[in-house]
Nanobody, 121 residues
Framework: QVQLVESGGGLVQAGDSLRLSCAAS?????AGWFRQAPGKEREFVCA????????YYADPVKDRFTISRDNAKNMVYLQMSSLKPEDTAVYYC?????????????????WGQGTQVTVSS
């Protein structure tokens, strides 16, 4: 059983940057970030393969967000820049036993509790 703990969320202004971190209690393979805005379904943000060599992004965040990982520290990061009010959501870290995973939530075995990101206009 792997536990995931997100951190780094907060209140920022539009155009600001923020970095989220996800600490895993054990080794994980592929990982991803999802988000859920009030009244909306949870949606895929981005994913990274086990090696870190492959990354995938949802169109709304492409070119603004960057996912990365440090396997030596069992950490996954989400660097967010040029934040917009529509990025406001609870952000969840997820880990999969697959070497590559994507937008399908069913590919992920472990989930964190989430961290709130609020972007004011």
């Amino acid at each position: 059983q792997v536990q995931l703990v997100e951190s780094g969320g907060g209140l920022v202004q539009a155009g600001d940057s923020l970095r989220l971190s996800c600490a895993a209690s054990g080794r994980t393979f592929s990982a991803g970030w999802f988000r859920q805005a009030p009244g909306k379904e949870r949606e895929f943000v981005c994913a990274i393969s086990w090696s870190g060599g492959s990354t995938y992004y949802a169109d709304p965040v492409k070119d603004r967000f960057t996912i990365s990982r440090d396997n030596a520290k069992n950490m996954v990061y989400l660097q967010m820049s040029s934040l917009k009010p529509e990025d406001t959501a609870v952000y969840y870290c997820a880990a999969s036993s697959l070497r590559r995973s994507g937008y399908n939530m069913r590919e992920y075995d472990y989930w964190g509790q989430g961290t709130q990101v609020t972007v004011s206009s």
